[in-house]
Antibody
Framework: QVQLQESGPGLVKPSGTLSLTCAVS?????????WSWVRQPPGKGLEWIGE???????NYNPSLKSRVTISVDNSNNQFSLKLNSVTAADTAVYYC????????????WGQGTLVTVSS | ETTLTQSPAFMSATPGDKVSISCKAS??????MNWFQQKPGEAPVFLIQ???TLVPGIPPRFSGSGYGTDFTLTINNIQSEDAAYYFC?????????FGQGTKVEI
């Protein structure tokens, strides 16, 4: 059973950098899947942030591309998200998932972690 | 970017009912549509892939239909455990986009 678990600070100050890690179990991050980040602001719909392959190749949503970096740590079977210059609009539940645009689906998801941007 | 218009935003059902949720794409996405179920505090669950294919392990009361721009998730004989938030996802066009979701109350 593939499981994903997000971790990171639940509170980030405005203009700071949001950093989250997704630990993967039940599958190797080096398997032939892409790995994605998705977010959902309170009361709003879901937004795909971007994806990474174990080789390090990435694709980002154009709406966030200038502020996002997704990286992979093959030795620890995890991948990470950094979002800089955050504002209150970046307050959301952040999910990691297996798959993405290049894989054609998001078949396994973490349960999500709430990140609040506030001073 | 493809916009997905999902309706209704909320619906109330009685156990045993048949319910349908619609997802309309702003452009032709072939059958590149997935459906998910999410319960509070839990990870989303993958229900339907490629518009009509039931993901292994998902009860057969769930079904999907549609092609091109109009898609439907149907739950036959709805059960109390089906109370959840349902959303659609298209993966035909970059970037991936989602419907706004439907909250189903039983």
């Amino acid at each position: 059973q593939v499981q994903l678990q997000e971790s990171g600070p639940g509170l980030v100050k405005p203009s700071g950098t949001l950093s989250l890690t997704c630990a993967v179990s039940g599958d190797s991050i080096s398997s032939p899947y892409w790995w994605s980040w998705v977010r959902q602001p309170p009361g709003k719909g879901l937004e795909w942030i971007g994806e990474i392959y174990h080789s390090g190749s990435t694709n980002y949503n154009p709406s966030l591309k200038s502020r996002v970096t997704i990286s992979v740590d093959n030795s620890n079977n995890q991948f990470s998200l950094k979002l800089n210059s955050v504002t209150a609009a970046d307050t959301a539940v952040y999910y990691c998932a297996r798959g993405g645009y290049s894989s054609g689906c998001l078949d396994y998801w973490g349960q999500g972690t709430l990140v609040t941007v506030s001073s | 970017e493809t916009t997905l218009t999902q309706s209704p935003a909320f619906m109330s059902a009685t156990p045993g009912d048949k319910v349908s949720i619609s997802c309309k794409a702003s452009q032709d996405i072939d059958d590149d549509m997935n459906w998910f179920q999410q319960k509070p505090g839990e990870a989303p669950v993958f229900l339907i892939q490629e518009a009509t294919t039931l993901v292994p392990g998902i009860p057969p009361r769930f079904s999907g239909s549609g092609y091109g721009t109009d898609f439907t998730l149907t739950i036959n004989n709805i059960q109390s455990e089906d109370a959840a938030y349902y959303f659609c996802l298209q993966h035909d066009d970059f970037p991936l986009t989602f419907g706004q979701g439907t909250k189903v109350e039983i």
